[in-house]
C-alpha cells in the first residue's frame, strides 16, 4: 500500500509509529502502519467504524502491545518504559467518562493514590479551574453530574498525571451541541496554551476540520492516508476518496 502523506512539514513527534502490527488470535487489526504524531499539534484521527482507531489509541498508551515494530513515546520506546510511567505521560479519555463511586474529588485523586500519594486541596481547586469547572463541585457526587461535566472531569482526572499527551476516543458523541462545543474549546484551550498533544478519534467530520491540525485516515486498520485537511480532501487514494464521499453526503 502506498500511503499519502500530503505537506507534512518536519516537526518533533509525540508519537511514533514504525510497521506496528497488532493481532487477536488470527486476526490482524492493525497492519504496519507507520506515521508520526506531531508534538504540540491536534491530530484527528478519522475513518470508518471497525478500521483499528482505538486499537490504536489503547496501542498509544501501552494498554495493549504491538505483537511487531515499535512504537516511539518522544522517541523513547514504549516496551523500554514502565506501564505506569507511559500513562502518566500519555493519558486517555473514552467516550463513556467512567465515574468511580464517590465525590468529583475522589475521581480526580484516583490516579494519584494509584501512585500512593494524596490529592491536596489547591491542586484540586487548580485542576477543577483548568478544565473550566467550579471548585464547589468538588463534594458532588460524580454520578450526579451532566453529561459534559463527568467529560470535563475526565480530562481533569487525566491532566492530574501531567500528561503532555492526550488521547481522546469519541469524547463529545453523546453529548449535547452546547457541551460538544464546551468541550472543543476546552481541548483547543489545553492545546494552544499549554502545548499538549491531542490524538482525537471523532466520527464528525465537521468537528475534526474544527479541531483539527493534522489528520490520519485508517481503514481496515491500514493507516491510509494523513496531513492537512487539504491533502485528505485533495487524495488520490480511492478509498479514502469513498469514505469522504460517503461522510460528506
Known sequence: MNLETGNIPSSPAALEFN??????????????VSGRIH????????????AGKTTLLKLCNGLISPVSGAIYVEDERIEEQSPMSVRRRVGIVLQNSPMVHGTVRDN???PLQLQGLALSDERATTIMDRVGLPASLLTRDARELSGGQKQKVSIARTLINQSQILLLDE????LDPSSLQEIEELIVKLNETEQITVVWI????????RVGDYFWVMMNGELR?????EDIHASEDEQ???????VLS
Not at 508534538?39 to 471497525?50: E, M, N, R, W
Not at 471523532?202 to 476540520?209: C, D, F, R, V
Open 19 to 32: 510497521c506496528v502490527s497488532y493481532s487477536v488470535k488470527q486476526t490482524k487489526i492493525i497492519k504496519e
Open 39 to 50: 508534538k504540540g499539534k491536534i491530530t484527528a484521527l478519522i475513518g470508518p467504524s471497525g
Open 108 to 110: 480526580l485523586a484516583l
Open 171 to 174: 469524547i463529545t458523541a453523546s
Open 202 to 209: 471523532t466520527h464528525n467530520l465537521e468537528q475534526a476540520s
Open 225 to 229: 492516508a494523513e496531513g492537512s485537511k
Open 240 to 246: 479514502v476518496k469513498r469514505f469522504m464521499k460517503e
